[in-house]
Each structure stands twice: as structure tokens, then as C-alpha cells.
């Protein structure tokens, strides 16, 4: 539909799909916060547990350290369900990012080239607020050709 020869239903469709990627962003900003404080939970959970991702051995003379080799710990069940967490919501994240890339993909690349100056500039404005919401996928050197 953002392709169709109608300008009414190409700014709509355009429109629509500039919105759809506004929210996915938004909703990774915020699971990209709950992840950090979970993950922060999971590394506080492993020094707990003594399951430190710092190398110890240097601290500890090499006798001590060997001994420190053979048992191996395990996270408890709370460390495990963050681990768990952890990995679901890096999961979604991913699928969150792949999904507004290919909308932007399919509808921006086509769309900031548009005869009509009103698609354009909405297609621009749109890359400009996802760049500001979120420069690690946006700001690359693929992408800084469409701001001239």
C-alpha cells in the first residue's frame, strides 16, 4: 500500500508504518532498561553465589586455586530464573529490532524519494526521531545517506 500510484493511501500506509517502527523502538527502549537492571540483578546473584565473572585465580595463591577448580558451583534457582529472564528478553529485543528494520527497510527506503514533497518530509522527520530514540540501529554509515 505505501507503493500505491494513490498519494492519499501512500501517506497513510507511509504514515502508519513510520508509527508502527516509533512504537517497536519505544517498547525496546524500555525493555533495554529492564534488561540492564535485570542483568545488573543476575551479576549480583553470581558474586553472590561465588560465581564471580572476575578471574579470582589471580588473587589466590595457584594451590588455592586449583582446589577452587575442581567444585563448581551453580547458580541458585532465583539466579536461574534470571538467567532465564535474561535470555527471553534479549530474545525479544532482537525480534524487535529485526521488525522495525524491516519495515524501515521496505517503506523508508522507498518512501524519502517520493514525487511529493509531503511524503518526503514525513519520511525524513521520521528517521530523525527514530535516530534520536535510538542511534545504535539508526545513525550507521548505511543510513547517513538519506540526511543530506
Request: with cysteine.
Amino acid at each position: 500500500m505505501s507503493s500505491s500510484p494513490i498519494r492519499a493511501l501512500r501517506v497513510s500506509a507511509s504514515l502508519a508504518a513510520y508509527r508502527l517502527v516509533h512504537l517497536f523502538i519505544k517498547v525496546g527502549t524500555q525493555l533495554r532498561k529492564r534488561l540492564a537492571s535485570i542483568q545488573g540483578q543476575l551479576n549480583t546473584e553470581k558474586r553472590r553465589t561465588g560465581m564471580s565473572q572476575r578471574n579470582d585465580t589471580t588473587r589466590v595463591p595457584k594451590k588455592r586455586a586449583a582446589q577452587g577448580k575442581e567444585k563448581k558451583k551453580e547458580l541458585s534457582s532465583k539466579g536461574k530464573e534470571l538467567a532465564n529472564k535474561v535470555d527471553e528478553l534479549t530474545t525479544k529485543n532482537s525480534e524487535l529490532t529485526e521488525l522495525s528494520d524491516r519495515v524501515y527497510r521496505s517503506i523508508f527506503i522507498g518512501r524519502y524519494c517520493d514525487i511529493y514533497a509531503e511524503v518526503r518530509s514525513m519520511s525524513l522527520s521520521a528517521l530523525g526521531g527514530w535516530i534520536m530514540m535510538f542511534p545504535d540501529q539508526f545513525l550507521d554509515e548505511t543510513d547517513n545517506k538519506y540526511i543530506r
